[in-house]
């Protein structure tokens, strides 16, 4: 248990749905991350949230769209999407940006897009 | 973002063996950090290194950065079934954002 929690764990979803992915930290830290894990390819960063506010947009299709409600909560909501966002969505948290401190990473959600 | 590469991308180790894992940078880091993530799992966090030429150790596990602070090593002696999983490395880039490299993923053999 890492202090980061993601709901759900698995989901399975159809291109025209909307769903939401939900990551909850109670670890008092700043910082906030989404990255995408896609077989075979290295981890890609897409959002980061700073004390609330969005730092950084990866050049994310808007189908994914963030939401930080406050500093322990993390939102990734779907919208429209395609076969190949199927991937391993994961969340992470740091104290704060830059400086030495370390990402403490959730479970992930498992999403697939039928 | 500053960019990491990790090799090898693969390695197949016979159990008791030892073996390197490395990861390089065409830039000065700050620091580096090393992550573990077993099959169906999550990242987590092994260690951190700072200083240059800096070497730490963690039971089999030993972590070195270059004198430079370009390049860091993770070398792993008589490695075990548990040592399976994806070895990443992770910089912070200069908007403090951690940016990973593409892993090295370890398969043992009995």
């Known amino acids: 248990e890492t202090g980061v929690t993601q709901t759900p764990r698995h989901l399975v979803m159809g291109m025209t749905n909307k769903k939401s992915l939900k990551c909850e930290q109670h670890?008092?830290?700043?910082?906030m991350y989404w990255y995408k894990q896609s077989a075979k390819k290295p981890l890609e960063l897409m959002f980061v949230y700073n004390f609330k506010e969005q730092t950084e947009n990866n050049s994310v299709p808007s189908r994914f769209s963030p939401e930080c409600p406050n500093s322990s909560h993390l939102f990734l909501h779907l919208h429209t999407l395609q076969p190949e966002d199927s991937a391993l969505y994961l969340c992470?948290?740091?104290?704060?940006?830059?400086?030495?401190?370390?990402?403490?990473f959730g479970q992930g959600t498992r999403l697939t897009v039928v | 973002g500053q960019q990491v590469m990790q090799i090898p991308q693969y390695q197949h180790v016979q159990e008791g063996e030892d073996f390197t894992t490395y990861c390089n940078s065409s830039?000065?880091?700050?620091?580096i950090q090393w992550y573990k993530q077993r099959p169906g799992g999550h990242p987590v966090f092994l260690i951190q290194?700072?200083?240059?030429?800096e070497v730490k150790k963690q039971k089999r596990l030993t972590f070195q950065f270059g004198e430079a602070k370009k390049n860091s090593s993770l070398h792993i002696t008589a490695t075990q079934t548990t040592d399976v999983g994806t070895y990443f490395c992770?910089?912070?880039?200069?908007?403090?954002?951690?940016?990973f490299g593409a892993g090295t993923q370890v398969v043992v053999t009995p």
């Open positions: 830039t000065t880091l700050s620091n």
């Open positions: 670890l008092g830290h700043n910082a």
């Open positions: 992770a910089v912070t880039d200069s908007w403090g954002k951690f940016q």
């Open positions: 992470a948290s740091s104290q704060d940006l830059g400086g030495v401190t370390e990402a403490f």
């Open positions: 290194l700072v200083k240059s030429g």
